[in-house]
């Protein structure tokens, strides 16, 4: 199976696209197939983004967009907007998309499905509040079924899990959970698994994904007792030189060598975590430890995050973006494969709000150097990546393996109609 990740700006506009692993193989990047999951990630293509009044916040591009609008790529089936400020929730790109939105749904930070519902353009059954995330409530994971094409085989599954800050202010810092297994490509010889829904109002709804309806629905819950054997060992002292010595680090990662759903009838997952204002770890384990733990889907595949810190006065918010420290500490404690930088755009900025901000900026060869010598002698060192406007990158991974490659492919225009 493989993961396109195209930059549609210099900021963090991206399109995400699982494929099966034939299908990355035998077709071209932006090819419908039914078992493509595309998801577009806070569109922002032109015009300024404004918050609250142009005398308080103003932002522009200084860097063309790879494309003009949003009808130049196929419709995605998920548009994903992780807050309400206009960077990330930006009406004028967003009404690029069609009305009806036949094939695709906006899934958004709760703050920003009420202002887009509020513009009163889109069919409002289309655009959904993403629920907070709590490691007690199995309902708070969106999950899209993927189709099985042989009889016998195991559906695929993408799930999508909005992780919120605790005690955050500003609300800037969140993060949103991907993960994505491909349907099985031989047939199940594992005992039927029967599905219920948690949330019959969520499972009625007829929301695209090439056919087939959204399917709220979760296996039933593991029991209580299996946890105390998962193989979760008491925290390892810290590595010396670590640059984040977290003891919560070393209890996932021993999770994840004992806790394996792999088979042939049954793939790998893939993971992605988009924080483009980062957040605390801290925020981040109940998931890793309920979610992605017993679905095998650690190591991490990709992190989306921010180099540059921003910090504000205190009245103003204080940190902005957490930038490289944040990302590092996410990228170590989730073993992280790939980091692609995010948010990071030179834009060019204006009004009250933005006086007094001050940016670290951390290039690439800084990240590279600090996280070399933080996992220094690890087997899987992450691979840290920008992307210029217009770039895509390809992970691949057959079976545990992880192959990355760039190829310029010029994306097809798409009519809406």
């Known amino acids: 199976m493989s993961l396109s990740v195209r930059h549609l700006n210099g900021d963090s506009t991206f399109l995400l696209t699982f494929s099966p692993k034939e299908d990355a193989r035998n077709s071209t990047p932006y090819a419908i197939s039914a078992n493509r999951f595309s998801i577009l990630l806070d569109p922002w293509l032109s015009g300024d983004s404004t918050i609250y009044h142009r005398k308080f916040a103003l932002a522009r591009h200084t860097v063309p967009s790879a494309i003009d609008h949003l009808s130049e790529i196929p419709p995605p089936n998920v548009v994903l907007i992780s807050q309400e400020k206009s960077d990330h929730c930006h009406e004028e790109t967003l009404r690029q998309l069609e009305p009806s939105l036949r094939h695709t749904t906006i899934l958004a930070q709760p703050a920003a499905a009420k202002k887009i519902r509020g513009w009163k353009y889109f069919n409002p059954s289309k655009v959904l509040a993403l629920p907070v995330y709590s490691d007690r409530r199995p309902d708070s994971v969106l999950r899209f079924c993927l189709p099985c094409q042989i009889p016998g085989g195991i559906p695929g599954e993408v799930t999508v899990a909005f992780i919120n800050a605790r005690l955050d202010m500003t609300g800037l810092h969140n993060a949103i959970a991907l993960t994505y297994r491909p349907p099985s490509e031989v047939p199940s010889f594992e005992p039927t698994t029967t ?33 105390s054997t998962t193989g979760v060992s008491p ?183």
Not at 195 to 224: I, K, M, N, V
Not at 332 to 337: C, F, I, K, M, V
């Open 235 to 417: 925290p390892l002292s810290p590595r010396p030189g670590s640059f984040f010595p977290i003891t919560a680090t070393n209890s996932i990662s021993s999770a994840v060598t004992s806790v394996s759903t792999y088979s042939p009838s049954r793939p790998k997952t893939m993971s992605v975590l988009y924080s483009p204002h980062g957040i605390a770890y801290a925020n981040i384990l109940p998931y890793a430890r309920t979610h992605l733990v017993p679905n095998a889907a650690l190591p991490l595949t990709l992190l989306l995050h921010a180099f540059d810190r921003v910090q504000n006065v205190w009245y103003l918010g204080g940190n902005i973006s957490t930038g490289m420290p944040g990302g590092l500490e996410l990228a170590q404690s989730l073993l992280a494969r790939y980091w692609i930088s995010a948010h990071d755009e030179d834009k060019l900025s204006s009004g009250f709000s933005v006086k007094n901000c001050v940016t670290r900026k951390h290039t690439l060869r800084e990240v590279r150097a600090l996280l070399t010598g933080a996992r220094k002698g690890s087997r899987a060192p992450i691979d840290i990546v920008v992307l210029d406007c217009g770039a895509e990158i390809l992970i691949e991974v057959p079976h545990a393996q992880i192959r990355v490659r760039e190829r310029p492919v010029p994306i097809p225009a798409w009519p809406l109609a």
């Open 195 to 227: 599905f219920y829904s948690h949330d019959t109002r969520l499972s009625e709804l007829d929301l695209p994904l090439q056919g087939s309806p959204f399917l709220e629905q979760l296996p039933p819950t593991p029991p209580e007792s299996p946890r």
